[in-house]
């Protein structure tokens, strides 16, 4: 082989490499937060125009009624079974109908437990759409209707509250809280505790950076991610 074909032959290889590269970091970015992957299950289809991005799907338009209804009939097809299912077709206000819904499922063989969430981000006019894989725990319903009302403060120790009368806010506060894991382990300290009251119960929320977020009440303990979207909807910092 010549010196100048060898040289072609190099440039074409380093070329490739990069390019292999470059895809692997764009793949790497592109489904970084995500806890599972749906492509890579077969059991595990995906609503058509769904787009990834980072932590979570996207499509614009309101589409999660239709979403609801694929993963609703097309799971059970594939062997899961639904553990919670709770949507704002539970709720007869008519203006809710937009908000979207959070599952649970369970599958024999399955190591964990999948959750389907949806709603519709209406400032972006697109629906939001997350998948993610977590170990099996029991889960306690607190809440069992969407209050007309509820406050949020800060800080335990506040006299004053920020009133939350946006039912569509309340009922995916309660979707959060219900879909928290039950804990009976050591609560680690958090630097930071909040209160919401809902009426006829009050829950601590104990949170701290990106740490998990302990909920606490007088039904017991809970434990969540910290999931960003529940602290655009208590507006807790």
């Excluded at 932590?55 to 589409?63: A, C, N, P």
């Excluded at 009624?65 to 949507?87: A, H, M, Q, R, T």
């Excluded at 007869?92 to 964990?112: A, H, L, M, T, V």
């Excluded at 209707?145 to 569509?168: A, L, N």
């Amino acid at each position: 082989m010549s010196k100048k074909s060898l040289l072609l032959y190099s440039c074409i290889t380093l070329l490739v490499a990069m390019g292999w590269f470059a895809y692997q970091k764009a793949t790497d970015n592109t489904y970084e937060g995500m806890s599972i992957i749906p492509e890579e299950h077969e059991d595990i289809p995906l609503f058509e125009g769904l787009e990834p991005t980072e932590h979570e799907y996207v499509i614009d338009g309101d589409y999660w009624l239709d979403i609801y209804d694929f993963y609703s009939k097309e799971l059970p097809k594939l062997g899961w079974n639904v553990e919670y299912e709770g949507s704002a077709l539970n709720d007869k206000d008519p203006e809710n109908d937009w908000s979207g819904f959070y599952s649970r499922w369970r599958k024999e063989g399955f190591n964990g437990e999948l959750t389907v969430s949806a709603h519709y981000n209406q400032f972006e006019e697109q629906t939001e759409v997350k998948f993610d894989k977590t170990p099996i725990h029991n889960t306690t319903i607190w809440i069992n209707y969407t209050p007309e009302s509820i406050c949020i403060y800060e800080s335990q120790m506040d006299e004053k509250c920020s009133k939350v009368t946006d039912q569509i806010k309340i009922e995916e506060i309660v979707n959060f809280i219900n879909g928290a894991i039950d804990w009976n382990e050591e609560v680690l300290p958090r630097e930071k505790t909040s209160m919401i009251d809902f009426g006829d119960i009050k829950i601590k929320v104990l949170y701290e950076n990106e740490e998990e977020i302990y909920f606490q009440s007088k039904k017991g303990t809970k434990l969540m991610k910290p999931d960003p979207d529940f602290f655009k909807l208590t507006n807790l910092q």
